[in-house]
Each structure stands twice: as structure tokens, then as C-alpha cells.
């Protein structure tokens, strides 16, 4: 049984998650907290996962860096940051993933990605371009709020559907027991 933390003596699972003392049980490490997923690239990048350089951007074909991807010219995306806080435990859980913006708002965000600096504290929109777990479970559009952040952090996003499962885990938090739920789907279910 792996999810049995809550009926067994000995830590609970929140205490697992804050004390970095959770041993996974396919890669066989000990992993800590914060523990963040990451994807790669957005969800239709159809070619190999090997990042350009940021500076050599293209907007025309196709691109992948860390933090920009651009597909057949015309579709814009962004590495961002979707955030959700789980209960008991200090320190959000931060999903790395990928948003369309408007070429406009991709325009903009290039400006200002060396200095970090953002004039108005834009709120932009965009789609969501990742499956996350069982949250985002097929391929339906996600519209999220896109919202650039001071310092060169990354672009943090917010589910606009107030009622989706995932806006209301970003604003109500999540079970430790469900975090590590998450962990497994990737993977990463504790020994
Ligand atoms: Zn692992």
C-alpha cells in the first residue's frame, strides 16, 4: 500500500513532505521539500526535447529554449510557474509549465525578461499547455491568468475557472496525502 501514511503509526504525510525524509520508490532517492515537476516543453512541442539558447529566439518555425517556444511561427508560449499551496506544509508546491500568450504580450514579455521589470504589473492571459496530473487530465483549454514577476522570477500562472479543481486547489491548498498523490502519478510515489 503506499498511500497509507494516515493509518499507519510514525510520520504523517505532511510531516514526510516538510522534513525531506520521503524515500521514492522508483528512483530510489530521498527527495525534500519543496519538490517541483517541471515540464519540459508545452504538451504539442512535436519534435525532440533539446532546448536552444534564449538568445538565438526565432519567431518564425519552430522554437524551444528554457524559458520561450514558438510553433510554425504563430503560436507563442511561455515557461511559467503554476503554484499551489499544500495544507500543513510551508512552501508551495510550483508546477513548472508552459501558457500561450498573444504575440502582443509575448512581445512585451521579451522586452522586459533581462531587467525583469514590467511596467503595470500586467495580468495576461493565456492557455494552459501541459496535462498536470490528474487536475488537467485531457486535452481540454485551460485559460489562465499570466502574471509576470519582478527580478526575472518566472511567470506565475492562476486558473481563471474559479470552479476547476486546480483553481480551487490554488486557492484553498491541497492534502499532503493528494501531494504525494501527485508525486506518484509522476512517478514518484514515496517507498
Ligand atoms: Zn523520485
Known sequence: MVFGFGKKRGPSAADQLASGKWKCASCDEWHGWPFDLAAYAPDPWPHEKAYEQNSDLRLEGDFLSEDFCVLSGKHFMV???LPVPVIGVSGDFAFGCWSTLSETNFDKY????????Y??????????????????PGPEPLGVIVQPQPGRQRLLLWVQDEGHPLAIAQSEGITAERMLEVFAHYGHAPA
Open 119 to 136: 511596467a503595470d504589473a500586467p495580468h495576461w492571459t493565456g492557455w494552459l499547455m501541459n496535462r498536470i496530473a490528474d487536475f488537467v
Open 79 to 81: 515557461r511559467a510557474i
Open 110 to 117: 521579451i522586452e522586459g525578461f533581462d531587467a525583469g521589470e
